[in-house]
């Protein structure tokens, strides 16, 4: 069984800090995808980024980052100089790579994360 | 559309009642997912589709749950003799295409808020 872990409930910040969200995966399969969603109050996940098993190298895109380490199965999500609008609740997901299940993802449960002014 | 589309955005209910949500994808978008999010929890797979037909269901809680795509567009979840766990937000998503590699990414909806009193 597929498994997603975030152990941070709630992190607050104070604008332009940097904070880092963690995710922990458990996953039997050799083959499978990683997903980070943003979840702002208007409820709608809104895809950030997606990592495939094979390929381990970080990734940046502006002010957001991701670190994929398979030996200790983390993804983690920072976040540069943070701003008041990244004030969401960021999900981490895991797809598996079966015909019947298309791209089902398992999610954590879910980083509140709030930035203050 | 440009987006998916969940209707009704809010749904109160009485306890045994019978509700319908629908789920209108992206056009061209042949695959279809259901979740379900309760509050401070991360969304849980319910019901996915491919074209018309259900490939995996087994994320439906039980048999008051039941979803069809009868036209492999515009998709409806139905929940019979509803019950007070029911209250969550249910999500639809979509995506191009599932060939199995669980690599396609989901374009979620804005949710449908369920509430049975």
């Known amino acids: 069984a597929q498994k997603v872990t975030q152990a941070q409930t709630e992190i607050s910040v104070v604008e332009k800090e940097d904070v880092t969200l963690d995710c922990v995966y458990e996953?039997?399969?050799?083959?499978?995808?990683l997903f980070w969603y943003k979840q702002p109050p208007s409820g709608e996940l809104v895809f950030l980024i997606r990592?495939?098993?094979?390929?381990?190298q970080n990734e940046i895109s502006g002010r957001y980052s991701w670190n994929f380490q398979k030996s200790t199965s983390s993804f983690n999500f920072t976040i540069t100089a943070s701003q008041v609008v990244d004030s969401a609740v960021y999900f981490c997901a895991l797809s598996e790579a079966k015909e019947t299940s298309g791209s089902r993802l398992t999610f954590g449960e879910g980083t509140q994360l709030t930035v203050n002014p | 559309g440009a987006g998916v589309s969940q209707t009704p955005s809010n749904k109160v209910t009485e306890k045994g009642k019978y509700v319908e949500l629908r789920c209108d994808p992206i056009?061209?978008?042949?695959?279809l997912y259901w979740y379900r999010q309760s509050l401070g929890q991360g969304p849980e797979f319910l019901i996915y589709f491919q074209g018309t037909g259900a490939a995996d269901d087994s994320g439906l809680p039980n048999d008051r749950f039941f979803a069809v795509r009868p036209e492999g567009s515009v998709s409806t979840l139905k929940i019979q003799r509803t019950e007070r766990g029911d209250s969550a937000v249910y999500l639809c998503?979509?995506?191009?295409?599932?060939?199995?590699?669980?690599?396609?990414?989901?374009?979620f909806g804005a949710g449908s808020r369920l509430t049975v009193l």
């Open positions: 990592r495939n098993s094979f390929d381990e």
């Open positions: 998503a979509s995506s191009l295409r599932s060939g199995g590699t669980g690599a396609n990414v989901l374009t």
């Open positions: 996953t039997r399969d050799t083959t499978y995808y």
């Open positions: 056009s061209g978008h042949t695959a």
